[in-house]
């Protein structure tokens, strides 16, 4: 089975289908409908063949539906029918998720996305759970998302952020007993090591989360204990 996988962003939408080498890309932005999408990544994945598609979302995902209209796109995404508009299989999952997911290789995992915001998910025997960790309070009545996402990283600076970012993974670690941390995003380059515990990824590891989102439980479970 062939699978496309569409990583959703507020800049770009990227497209890669399994079995492909190189990723294609186009800007998206606030005039990005869930139609507009749909044409738009058709588009991009022409001359591939897939079978189903992998979507990873930028808002909280439920029952496979979008639950809440993302911050950086158009709206109209809650209740479309994702599905009948592609005219094939298609699953949908949160963006931190589905890098989560990629990211995956054993035990427990935690995902810290940091970006704009901050998107978080667990990895436990290779099944996923989206978590809500950004606006939890973290300290002087902000959360963590104020501390380390890109409002924390203007406010601080850089130097002063990287500490917020050890400790806010120390701390998020513990709370999930996570046998280990990778943190993705777009500032994880602008780190300039892995915090203790923890490791770097890399955002294309949303694609490899969009194929595994199709895999059994069987092989779930394998690569859970390698």
Do not use: C
Not at 129 to 152: C, I, N, Q, S
Not at 187 to 212: C, M, T, V
Not at 215 to 221: F, G, L, Q, T, V
């Amino acid at each position: 089975m062939k699978v496309l996988a569409i990583d959703i962003g507020g800049t770009n939408l990227k497209v890669l289908a399994s079995g492909q080498a190189e990723k294609r890309d186009l800007p998206s932005g606030p005039t990005l409908t869930p139609r507009r999408m749909v044409t738009a990544a058709t588009r991009l994945a022409r001359g591939w063949a897939y079978d189903v598609v992998s979507m990873g979302y930028p808002g909280p995902v439920q029952d496979n539906r979008p639950t809440r209209e993302p911050f950086n796109l158009a709206s109209g995404w809650v209740g479309f029918d994702f599905a009948r508009a592609f005219g094939k299989p298609v699953r949908v999952l949160n963006d931190a998720a589905m890098q989560a997911l990629g990211s995956y290789h054993g035990g427990r995992m935690l995902f810290l996305g940091l970006g704009t915001g901050l998107g978080s998910a667990l990895v436990i025997n290779g099944g996923v759970e989206p978590l809500e960790l950004a606006h939890l309070p973290f300290k002087k009545g902000m959360t963590f998302e104020d501390y380390v996402g890109l409002r924390g990283l203007e406010r601080l600076g850089k130097a002063k952020w990287r500490k917020e970012v050890v400790a806010v993974v120390a701390m998020l670690q513990a709370a999930m007993q996570a046998d280990y941390v990778v943190i993705g995003g777009g500032n994880a380059k602008k780190l300039a090591e892995a915090p203790p515990g923890a490791e770097l990824g890399s955002n294309d590891k949303a694609f490899i989360g969009g194929f595994r989102m199709w895999e059994s439980p069987a092989k779930a479970r394998q690569r859970a204990h390698p």
